[in-house]
């Protein structure tokens, strides 16, 4: 009885393992479906792979000139590259920014910091962030710039406190930045310990400033140091 019931579990397992390996082989033969066409098709490098199989909808080429001409027309856009603008301009005031100043902009996201130093007349900007939006940004690691020391009148960052490593962000701004040069930050409003906090990571510059200002809608400080030797 014993060996009857040992040669039917035999058995199916055979037959499990026959449909098993059927199946993997029809899976793995059989050509999918792509709206992707082949490589000789004239459009083909013009489009996207699709992110699963139900997006399957064309999607034109876009050239970037068109992707930016809709975002620099964008209202959002707009304004904030006017905050940024005013924000420059009162740096213009104080004589700490020129047309003819050599800029950085550090951690520059799309670039609306640029467009706006252009706008206010500084006609050599250089801005950099992980991501490169062209032709405003062009990729960089914040915390490994790869620019000489001393480079640069004015060093700009809006996004110091989001920075990974906060200290080698201030490092590296301060190296670019030229001697008597200076770096700028505005970061989240902040009170006493904060600030002070800031200015320790400060090594090879003086204080020069700080005061509460409104960039792109948001309260905000404003902390000005300048550059007194090579770090």
């Given amino acids: 009885m014993e060996r009857h019931v040992e040669k039917l579990l035999n058995m199916l397992s055979v037959v499990f393992i026959?449909?098993?390996?059927?199946?993997?082989?029809?899976l793995t033969l059989q050509t999918p479906?792509?709206?992707?066409?082949t490589t000789n098709h004239p459009r083909a490098r013009l489009l996207r792979f699709p992110k699963s199989s139900?997006?399957?909808?064309?999607?034109?080429?876009?050239?970037?000139?068109?992707?930016?001409?809709?975002?620099?027309t964008a209202h959002d856009w707009r304004k904030k590259v006017n905050s940024y603008a005013q924000f420059f301009q009162s740096l213009r005031d104080q004589r700490l920014l020129s047309n003819h100043s050599k800029v950085l902009c550090v951690s520059a996201g799309a670039g609306h910091e640029v467009a706006a130093l252009s706008e206010v007349g500084t006609r050599d900007v250089t801005g950099v962030e992980l991501v490169e939006s062209p032709p405003l940004v062009s990729r960089a690691d914040p915390h490994n710039?790869?620019?000489?020391?001393?480079?640069?009148?004015?060093?700009?960052?809006a996004h110091l406190d989001e920075a990974?490593?906060?200290?080698?962000?201030?490092?590296?701004?301060?190296?670019?930045a030229r001697v008597r040069g200076v770096c700028v930050v505005v970061l989240e409003e902040c009170g006493g310990y904060e600030?002070?906090?800031?200015?320790r990571m400060f090594k090879h510059s003086v204080f020069v400033s700080a005061k509460n200002v409104t960039l792109i809608g948001l309260r905000m400080t404003q902390i000005i140091m300048r550059s007194r030797n090579s770090s």
């Fill in 54 to 72: 139900c997006d399957s909808g064309r999607r034109d080429y876009v050239p970037i000139s068109k992707k930016n001409e809709r975002l620099w």
């Fill in 195 to 199: 600030m002070r906090r800031i200015l």
């Fill in 33 to 37: 479906q792509t709206c992707i066409p």
């Fill in 18 to 26: 026959t449909i098993a390996t059927i199946i993997f082989l029809f």
């Fill in 164 to 176: 990974l490593f906060p200290a080698r962000f201030v490092s590296e701004m301060e190296r670019t």
């Fill in 145 to 157: 710039l790869p620019f000489f020391d001393g480079v640069f009148d004015l060093v700009f960052s």
